[in-house]
């Protein structure tokens, strides 16, 4: 049974860093890839930043709001993926969830994932 928990979310100022992690369990690292997804209040659920299964050579892929700020990282042995956010903004506030799905690539809207996480928020004020 795949399980995925977010940690990290807060409430920072604009400007400041924060790093996620998305502790995975229940499937297998090399043949999984993994997104991070945001939500606001009265907005659909849209990708930040993904990393595709090992297998697949593990590459990133990244949002144009969030591109530069944003890294996506992943330490295959723990099953564990970071998103570390820098420069943060007021309109980057949100629900963060992490979401895992056996594909090669990781480069999908939220609906090809199957299995996420609670979500965890973040509050950036400004």
């Known amino acids: 049974q795949v399980q995925l928990e977010e940690t990290g979310g807060g409430s920072v100022q604009a400007g400041d860093p924060l790093r996620l992690s998305c502790i995975g369990s229940?499937?297998?690292?090399?043949?999984?890839?993994m997104g991070w997804f945001r939500q606001s209040p009265g907005t659909a659920r849209e990708a930040v930043g993904c990393?595709?299964?090992?297998?697949?050579?593990?590459?990133?892929f990244y949002s144009a709001d969030v591109k530069g700020r944003f890294t996506v990282s992943r330490d295959d042995h723990k099953n564990i993926m970071y998103l570390q956010m820098d420069k943060l903004k007021p309109e980057d506030t949100a629900v963060y969830y992490c979401?895992?799905?056996?594909?090669?690539?990781?480069?999908?809207?939220?609906?090809?994932?199957?299995?996420w996480g609670q979500g965890t928020r973040v509050t950036v004020s400004s």
């Open positions: 990393v595709s299964s090992r297998n697949a050579g593990g590459e990133k």
């Open positions: 979401a895992a799905e056996f594909f090669a690539t990781c480069l999908g809207p939220a609906q090809h994932y199957g299995n």
């Open positions: 229940g499937f297998p690292s090399d043949t999984y890839s």
